[in-house]
């Protein structure tokens, strides 16, 4: 996991809205200990913590996203990620397959609408 901490700079370092940049700032230990701390918990709970553990790991990126000196805050919660990830797989398997751009937008949407700015 801690191998995805090197991977989200170079995701964010091009990345622009217009002409304006956007701005990823992490120490890598930070990152490590989320990861960490997130597989243990995982572990104890034999997976159960597994959506709250990718809303922390996802919170914790936007947390040091910034978009003009404005910071990115997400609102995801793990109930909501646990309800469309079942959404996602019943889709899945009753259209055989063939809902999977839908299901990518749904996703997408998801993440998106749950983004704000404060600053």
Not at 81 to 91: A, H, M
């Amino acid at each position: 996991p801690c191998a995805f901490a090197n991977l989200t700079p170079i995701n964010w370092q091009n990345t622009t809205y217009g002409n304006v940049p956007v701005k990823f700032e992490m120490k890598n230990l930070d990152f490590a200990l989320q990861c960490y701390k997130g597989l243990f918990f995982c572990l104890i709970t034999l997976g159960f913590y597994t959506p709250w553990f990718m809303v922390n790991i996802h919170k914790f990126k936007m947390k040091h996203l910034t978009f003009q000196g404005a910071r990115v805050q997400s609102s995801v919660t793990g109930k909501g990620l646990i309800w469309l990830s079942l959404k996602s797989i019943v889709l899945l398997v009753f259209s055989f397959g063939l809902a999977a751009p839908y299901i990518m937008n749904m996703n997408l949407a998801y993440y998106l609408d749950n983004l704000s700015l404060k600053g």
